[in-house]
């Protein structure tokens, strides 16, 4: 009984500093762990080119979750893991820094969008957006708009103060369809389940089989800017070095291609 009480205390003292001399290392693979980026999904095709870019370069992987910036803040407040926030708009970056879930310290906004009207190309016909454009008879009977909810994803939430702003909501509210996302609403026109769709210029520009007819005046909205900032408890090297090249040289050149204004 005695000998194996000894042989049971040696292996719980073995065990006990094979994982002590563990915990530095288990800390140091922790802390060079590829970043998880939240991202708007207007940034889908811009970021994983980034990534991809960032692999070449350095040598490290990124892991990229995209989704309407109103999804991923809360997530991010549901204690969903991620390293990085880069939002479609002012409103949720705030909300994540009133909630102390981002660090406000670390922001930096590089890029701007610009808000357009889409047709199906095969419908498409150009127009001018102003304060005496008519709505309803752009859409015909029964014709539906889509974009991103309006109460939340930002493309909807800048969709309906444009809209406000040029004196039209009240006519047009009923024949909104608000979609998920702004992917989401732009895929309603792409398939001609939508008459037209209010996106960004940057996600009408890569889509099949649209056309943008119309850009909004810049002054009937606020700029559509992007800002990032690095997750509260996150900001490892590995999620520095990535947050610093996602506002690179390397990184604007792709913002550029395609479409966004960089600043």
């Given at each position: 009984?005695?000998?194996?009480?000894?042989?049971?205390?040696?292996?719980?003292?073995?065990?006990?500093?094979?994982?002590?001399?563990?915990?530095?290392?288990?800390?140091?693979?922790?802390?060079?762990?590829?970043?998880?980026?939240?991202?708007?999904?207007?940034?889908?095709?811009?970021?994983?080119?980034?990534?991809?870019?960032?692999?070449?370069?350095?040598?490290?992987?990124?892991?990229?979750?995209?989704?309407?910036?109103?999804?991923?803040?809360?997530?991010?407040?549901?204690?969903?893991?991620?390293?990085?926030?880069?939002?479609?708009?002012?409103?949720?970056?705030?909300?994540?820094?009133?909630?102390?879930?981002?660090?406000?310290?670390?922001?930096?906004?590089?890029?701007?969008?610009?808000?357009?009207?889409?047709?199906?190309?095969?419908?498409?016909?150009?127009?001018?957006?102003?304060?005496?454009?008519?709505?309803?008879?752009?859409?015909?009977?029964?014709?539906?708009?889509?974009?991103?909810?309006?109460?939340?994803?930002?493309?909807?939430?800048?969709?309906?103060?444009?809209?406000?702003?040029?004196?039209?909501w009240d006519k047009v509210r009923e024949r909104i369809v608000g979609a998920e996302s702004v992917r989401a609403a732009?895929?309603?026109?792409?398939?001609?389940?939508?008459?037209?769709?209010?996106?960004?210029?940057?996600?009408?520009?890569?889509?099949?089989?649209?056309?943008?007819?119309?850009?909004?005046?810049?002054?009937?909205?606020?700029?559509?800017?992007?800002?990032?900032?690095?997750?509260?408890?996150?900001?490892?090297?590995?999620?520095?070095?990535?947050?610093?090249?996602?506002?690179?040289?390397?990184?604007?050149?792709?913002?550029?291609?395609?479409?966004?204004?960089?600043?």
């Amino acid at each position: 009984m005695q000998l194996f009480r000894r042989l049971f205390l040696r292996g719980a003292a073995a065990l006990l500093a094979a994982a002590f001399l563990a915990a530095p290392f288990a800390g140091a693979r922790a802390q060079d762990a590829a970043p998880t980026v939240f991202a708007a999904a207007s940034l889908t095709n811009a970021f994983q080119d980034i990534g991809k870019l960032y692999k070449e370069k350095v040598g490290k992987d990124v892991t990229f979750s995209f989704a309407a910036s109103s999804a991923l803040a809360k997530q991010l407040e549901a204690g969903a893991p991620a390293a990085i926030f880069a939002s479609a708009d002012l409103k949720w970056m705030d909300y994540t820094d009133d909630k102390g879930l981002t660090l406000k310290a670390t922001r930096v906004t590089p890029i701007g969008n610009s808000l357009v009207l889409i047709m199906p190309a095969d419908k498409a016909k150009d127009v001018k957006i102003d304060k005496s454009f008519d709505w309803l008879a752009f859409l015909g009977p029964g014709g539906k708009i889509s974009t991103g909810l309006t109460d939340s994803v930002p493309i909807g939430v800048y969709a309906k103060t444009a809209l406000t702003n040029l004196g039209q909501w009240d006519k047009v509210r009923e024949r909104i369809v608000g979609a998920e996302s702004v992917r989401a609403a732009l895929a309603l026109v792409e398939r001609g389940e939508a008459t037209a769709g209010i996106v960004y210029s940057t996600d009408a520009a890569i889509a099949k089989n649209v056309k943008v007819v119309a850009t909004f005046p810049a002054d009937s909205h606020p700029p559509v800017e992007y800002p990032f900032e690095i997750v509260k408890g996150q900001d490892t090297p590995a999620a520095k070095a990535f947050f610093d090249f996602l506002t690179g040289a390397e990184a604007k050149a792709v913002y550029a291609k395609y479409g966004f204004i960089v600043k």
